[in-house]
């Protein structure tokens, strides 16, 4: 068991090591931003049960007000437990990526087992007349196993945890988008709302010098349960709407066509 897993994190670090240095995706023009957010519902919990439908009120006004567009993962089996939510999100124009079935780790899945989470996250998805041609696993807990199920299933891109400034492709079409940070410093309590937008505008103020792509992500339920927190992207978004900044982008846009 130790041993399989340690070969399957070797197997992993390959991949991402040959796709990042063999396999990158040409881009033109300057720095982008890709920002998300894991829907995660009830399935972040008695606090997601509680905070996510308010966090995504905010959320999606937030972005209307910025005329932004950016990518949902969404917990599949939402599409059923809350599908006017996930309506609302198709509606306003923004995209829809998939977060796992119900929020399981590929990386806890076998082979057979990851056929059947992604075929339930299909059926899930198709009750709204949505096909997302993008894969983020919860907590970023990616196997070999998934990327290439991934890819056979036409899956066009999956965003994880990478130190990656751009996107390239990990198993045969399948684009890698490299995610460097979210907002679970909030979750866990190990940083505050400040320290958290001082790291991410760090991050996007070298994206901007290096021109590279930076992908990152948000919780609902955290934007529904901390008042500073919700003020504090607002504010965000406003300055990397005016002035110097990169385009923010969905990742479907990014990971290219
Ligand atoms: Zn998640």
Not at 125 to 153: D, I, K, N, T
Not at 164 to 169: E, F, L, T, V
Not at 234 to 241: A, D, S, V, W
């Amino acid at each position: 068991m130790g041993s399989g897993k340690w070969l399957e994190r070797r197997h992993r670090r390959a991949l991402s090591w040959w796709g990042a240095r063999f396999g990158r995706i040409p881009r033109r023009g300057g720095a982008v931003l890709g920002l998300f957010c894991d829907c995660e519902g009830g399935h972040a919990g008695p606090v997601g049960e509680r905070f996510a439908e308010k966090g995504l009120d905010r959320l999606l006004q937030m972005l209307a007000e910025h005329e932004l567009r950016i990518t949902f993962n969404v917990v599949a089996d939402l599409c059923r437990t809350q599908p006017r939510n996930i309506r609302r999100i198709v509606e306003a124009g923004h995209e829809i990526a998939c977060h796992g079935w119900r929020h399981e780790r590929p990386s806890d899945l076998a082979g057979a087992q990851i056929e059947e989470m992604l075929a339930k996250a299909a059926d899930c998805f198709a009750e709204l007349g949505v096909r997302p041609a993008g894969f983020r696993s919860p907590q970023s807990a990616w196997s070999v196993g998934l990327v290439r199920c991934l890819g056979a299933r036409g899956y066009r891109w999956n965003a994880e945890r990478d130190k990656a400034k751009y996107p390239y492709r990990i198993a045969g079409r399948l684009v890698r988008l490299p995610v460097a940070t979210d907002d679970w410093d909030l979750a866990d309590g190990s940083g505050t709302v400040h320290d958290l937008l001082e790291k991410w505008r760090h991050g996007v103020d070298g994206a901007m010098r290096g021109g590279q792509v930076i992908c990152l992500g948000l919780h609902e339920w955290i934007v529904g349960r901390d008042d500073d927190y919700a003020v504090a992207l607002g504010r965000f978004l406003g300055e990397l709407c005016r002035g110097e900044a990169p385009a923010i982008r969905t990742l479907g846009e990014i990971a290219g066509r």
